[in-house]
């Protein structure tokens, strides 16, 4: 799969914080539930690994990328967990050459044009556009599509259930990156009907 067709998987890539690995696949089932086949269990805790790592083993039908992925090292090591993608906030070029070398798909930040403009050099025309709100929001990414109509997004950053219909409907944007399909407080309650209400209701985004 490229990266690009990972844009087509949902509407909402989930973007979780795993704080109990027992949780991990628990949620990443309720999610398949609802209809959501992906989830990007982000590198921001010392149990991501060992999350993605069961996701991959017991839920092959669920597509486990690494988020928050920084370092070359990382790279490495969301791979060997199982992690069947790539996704980081921004793109130094020792990231992008070791996600490149990984042979996974690779969804590397952008906030800039500039930004957009070197990784497209790298050959990378499906990108996050983060932090998404921060960054100018739904006009500057329109504005995007102007110069840059090749490129394509998953903005992450401050969309909501409320704005996310509008970001999907820019065209240049294929899905977007969001946490509240995973509500902590749900999570901690293992309250997992709830999630999997949430992931039906995301499926329904796109028209």
Do not use: H
């Not at 690009?4 to 979780?16: D, F, K, W």
């Not at 130094?92 to 957009?116: N, Q």
């Not at 329109?142 to 509008?166: K, N, R």
């Not at 399909?181 to 709830?194: E, I």
């Amino acid at each position: 799969m490229t990266a690009r067709e990972l844009l087509a998987v949902s509407p909402v890539i989930p973007v979780v914080v795993v704080e109990a690995p027992a949780d991990a696949v628990p949620m990443a089932e309720a999610l398949l539930r609802g209809g959501v086949g992906i989830i990007e269990i982000t590198l921001r805790t010392p149990d991501a690994l060992a999350a993605i790592a069961a996701v991959a083993r017991i839920l092959p039908g669920m597509r486990v990328g690494a988020g928050t992925v920084v370092t070359p090292d990382q790279v490495e090591a969301a791979r060997a967990a199982g992690a069947t993608f790539l996704v980081s906030p921004g793109a130094t070029d020792a990231l992008v050459e070791a996600a490149l070398a990984s042979g996974l798909p690779f969804l590397p930040g952008a906030g800039t044009v500039s930004e957009m403009l070197a990784l497209r050099e790298r050959g990378l025309d499906t990108l996050k556009f983060f932090p998404a709100v921060p960054s100018g929001g739904r006009s500057y990414l329109s504005a995007v599509a102007g110069p840059l109509p090749d490129l394509a997004f998953c903005p992450t950053g401050g969309i909501t259930a409320e704005t996310a219909a509008e970001w999907l409907a820019l065209p240049n944007v294929g899905c977007v990156g969001g946490s509240w399909l995973t509500p902590s407080d749900a999570v901690r309650a293992g309250d997992w009907n709830r999630i999997e209400e949430l992931a039906r209701a995301a499926t329904g985004l796109r028209g």
